[in-house]
């Protein structure tokens, strides 16, 4: 049993590395897309875009006005 708690005391530890391994993963070519002049104003586009319509969809699923 006392195995068992030693696992649960671990698994907080292992969520956070999980998830910022995930999350660097995923912007490192984001930021490799930014160094370049023209390719910021296409990268900066595409995430504003992006955030633009995830924010009218939401607001239009949820009625916010």
């Known amino acids: 049993m006392n195995n068992f ?3 649960i005391n671990k ?3 292992f969520l956070i590395v999980v998830f910022t391994g995930f999350f660097l993963t995923t912007l ?3 930021f ?7 390719k ?6 595409i995430i504003t875009l992006f955030v633009s319509i995830i924010y009218y ?9």
């Open 57 to 65: 969809i939401l607001s239009v699923m949820l009625a916010i006005n």
């Open 28 to 30: 490192k070519p984001i």
């Open 40 to 45: 910021k104003i296409i990268g900066i586009t």
């Open 32 to 38: 490799k897309l930014l160094t370049d002049k023209k």
């Open 11 to 13: 698994f907080p530890r």
């Open 5 to 7: 708690w030693n696992n």
